[in-house]
């Protein structure tokens, strides 16, 4: 008996094959961090079940009749998928990262829906003991199934939102440049798999209330595993290159209701100010407030809470400003007439062209270009 393979077919063995191999890249990848690239195979390996379940089932080679075992573990393998995925941003984000027993919880749902079936299957569905037919147990496994599954996408969907936004305003309690290490390449994740999640949200509602037949259900099929395909690539990439040199971040400490009396703090921010003129070290673009610390002599802890009540800013915020001043006192200088704006900016610590337009456009309320074309203005009037 042969079986004739069709577009959705093709692609999903292909996608099926990439992830396998890509998995066993990942679990051997000895740079970076360690137990990254283990959930990140494990993220791969989940979506390769999710396309051998899809293919096998395209092909009839596994059912609760013939084989329900097999059946009820890769039915819910879409389940795996989304705990693997915030748990591998989790491991990125945190440098204290370490598996823990209570991360098993993330797969409750599909340990959940694996028992749900084989209890539907063999003790519901057999057929003395109960008045369902086949149809019937079909559709309590398809709709159970799928408002499980869309559900859990959605909350993880949120939650991974949450932790990247949380990650990227705790870098700039730390780092002066957050360029290479904010981890936006992530949102590559999380747009490929909302972007499948709501195909496959299309497909099932469009499919459901017979909106759209059988045969023209493969565009749907086609479009998913082709984004499947192109971003899970990007992401191995990513994943292992990307970071490589940054072993994420300490847990949030936010203050532990310490609260600071007013002359500590004006203290603190008096040693910051006087060592931010004497030795400029925001010229440095590596510049962390661990290193302030360190040059001063006052915790962490204290020097962010300093910052964040005297000026309303984080450290990022911080030194910007005072990067963004040594801008503006080069503009005026003639010594640095011939310099391009890029150049000043590179040269008061700033490393990248987007942050440095972004950050004058806050602090001055005009771009650099009409900045600059208004001191030129102001000095030829007063001339």
Not at 42 to 49: H, I, K, P, Q, T
Not at 64 to 86: A, G, K, Q, T
Not at 317 to 338: A, G, P
């Amino acid at each position: 008996m042969t079986m004739l393979l069709k577009l959705p077919d093709i692609i999903g063995i292909f996608a099926f094959i990439q992830l396998i191999f890509l998995a066993v890249v990942a679990f051997n990848y000895k740079k970076g961090k360690q137990p990254s690239n283990r959930i990140l195979a494990g993220f791969m390996v989940s979506n390769a079940l999710l396309i051998g379940s899809f293919l096998a089932s395209r092909s009839g080679w596994i059912s609760h009749e013939r084989n329900l075992l097999l059946y009820c573990f890769l039915h819910p393998s879409y389940l795996l998928l989304m705990p693997f995925m915030f748990l591998y941003l989790s491991s990125l984000c945190y440098e204290d990262f370490r598996f823990k027993k209570k991360y098993l919880l993330h797969f409750v749902p599909f340990i959940a829906m694996f028992l749900f079936l084989l209890v539907l299957y063999t003790i519901i569905g057999g057929a003395e003991k109960s008045n369902l037919d086949y149809q019937q147990l079909a559709g309590i496994d398809y709709w159970s199934y799928k408002i499980l599954l869309h559900v859990q996408i959605a909350s993880y969907l949120f939650a991974s939102g949450c932790l990247l936004i949380n990650y990227r305003k705790r870098l700039k309690d730390i780092y002066s440049s957050i360029e290479k290490i904010d981890l936006s390449w992530c949102n590559l994740l999380l747009a490929g798999i909302a972007a499948m999640w709501i195909i496959d949200i299309l497909n099932w509602i469009l499919f459901s209330f017979q909106v759209i037949t059988v045969d023209e259900r493969k565009y749907f099929l086609v479009s998913s595993l082709l984004i499947n395909l192109s971003f899970t690539l990007a992401v191995v990439y990513m994943g292992l290159i990307r970071t490589e040199g940054f072993s994420g971040i300490s847990m949030p400490v936010r203050y532990a209701g310490y609260l600071m009396k007013p002359e500590e703090c004006e203290a603190i921010i008096k040693k910051l100010n006087e060592l931010m003129k004497r030795e400029k070290p925001h010229l440095l673009p590596s510049l962390t407030i661990e290193e302030l610390s360190k040059r001063i002599n006052v915790p962490v802890k204290k020097i962010s809470q300093a910052i964040n009540t005297y000026f309303n800013k984080n450290f990022f915020e911080y030194i910007n400003s005072y990067r963004i001043e040594t801008v503006k006192e080069r503009m005026l200088d003639t010594d640095y007439k011939n310099h391009k704006l890029l150049s000043l900016a590179f040269d008061s610590g700033f490393n990248s062209k987007s942050v440095f337009n972004a950050a004058f456009k806050k602090h001055t309320g005009l771009t650099p270009k009409e900045f600059k074309r208004l001191q030129s203005s102001e000095q030829t009037g007063h001339k």
